[in-house]
């Protein structure tokens, strides 16, 4: 398989911004933060952002980035919480996270999908789903894999770029682009339009990289 390599992360950013100004988004949930270098970018450029993540080192650094800036105007308001993709909604609700009537945008990048299984993709995308306020936003990258969703066995290509996340489990592999679609499908609740990018490029465009970004408005 072959691929092009992630753009630089200025490069990322700025047409995450560009995608989350022009749907005039405030309020942002990143839900796999990792250690914090999206959403300290977002906080940066005015948004309220909150962020979280299932690994406890992960959410250290974060609060330690919150904790350096926060003098600084929005950091005071910027939540960080401990949450899994498969069961986001009652996590932050345990954790005391104000949902409200929704988030503007929900983020899930870094690769997550690589490393669930495909009850926990369901799972993660209905939960983002239903955080999704109507008219809202959610963006997704996706490895590309050899996976159909109703699958039992797949493989990882064997030219993936050496950056990409490994998968956790042997249930664990990146779906091809026509399974992932399949999968929102199957777990979106309510009406949606999809936009569909190659390494931020239209995918008709670029050919056929390793990597997508999925954008999907929820009307």
């Known amino acids: 398989m072959q691929g092009h390599k992630d753009p630089a992360p200025s490069t990322r950013m700025g047409w995450l911004r560009t995608v989350l100004e022009q749907r005039n988004c405030k309020r942002v949930l990143d839900t796999v933060c990792g250690d914090g270098g999206d959403s300290l970018a977002l906080v940066e450029a005015g948004l309220e952002m909150v962020s979280c993540d299932n690994s406890d080192s992960s959410l250290r650094k974060v609060m330690t980035l919150r904790w350096k800036k926060r003098s600084q105007p929005g950091f005071d308001i910027w939540v960080i ?40 993709m369901r799972a993660a995308i209905s939960n983002m789903a239903t955080l999704l306020r109507k008219g809202g936003v959610m963006v997704i990258d996706q490895l590309e ?17 050496h950056t990409a996340v490994k998968p956790r489990s042997s249930s664990a592999r990146p779906l091809t682009l026509e399974g992932f679609e ?4 199957t777990c979106f609740v309510g009406g949606y339009t999809h936009t569909l990018y190659a390494q931020h490029e239209s995918a008709a465009e670029e050919g056929k990289p390793f990597k997508f970004y999925h954008v999907i408005d929820k009307l």
């Open 182 to 185: 399949k999968l929102l499908k």
């Open 81 to 120: 919480a401990k949450a899994k993709p498969s069961t986001l909604e009652d996590d932050l609700g345990q954790e005391g996270v104000v949902l409200g009537a929704g988030f503007d945008a929900v983020l899930c990048l870094k690769d997550t999908f690589t490393t669930l299984n495909q009850e926990d």
């Open 145 to 161: 894999g050899d996976t159909d969703l109703e699958a039992g066995t797949d493989q990882l290509a064997s030219d993936m770029d």
